[in-house]
């Protein structure tokens, strides 16, 4: 069984940096590529950014792009997202999730495994 926990989201000042992580338990993490998606108060839920198997690959949601970066750590088991200049608009519940290949993808049904979230909150 593959287990997902986020942790690293706080209250943060308009323009801050927060730094997400995702430690996934299991085995074969390096094997699947990994996303992070994120859901709004009343929004659905939408592509943040996405990151092969090797890391060699990255996609980015064009409203974070500049300002988002997400890496992995296989030794760790680990996905990240680093977040710069944050503004009002990024305050959501972030999820990172598990693709079902080692394609990286935009999409929410190439994802099997996601987990709980974390809260995003920035203050203007």
């Known amino acids: 069984q593959v287990q997902l926990v986020e942790s690293g989201g706080r209250l943060v000042q308009a323009g801050g940096s927060l730094r997400l992580s995702c430690a996934a338990s299991?085995?074969?993490?390096?094997?699947?590529?990994m996303g992070w998606f994120r859901q709004a108060p009343g929004k659905e839920r939408e592509f943040v950014a996405a990151?092969?198997?090797?890391?060699?690959?990255?996609y980015y949601a064009d409203p974070v792009k500049g300002r988002i970066t997400i890496s992995r750590d296989n030794a760790k088991n680990t996905v990240y997202l680093q977040m710069n200049s944050l503004k009002p608009e990024d305050t959501a519940v972030y999820h990172c999730a598990r693709a079902r290949t080692i394609i990286a993808s935009t999409r929410e049904v190439d994802y099997d495994y996601w987990g709980q979230g974390t809260q995003v909150t920035v203050s203007s």
């Open positions: 299991g085995r074969a993490f390096s094997s699947y590529a």
């Open positions: 990151i092969s198997w090797s890391g060699t690959i990255t």
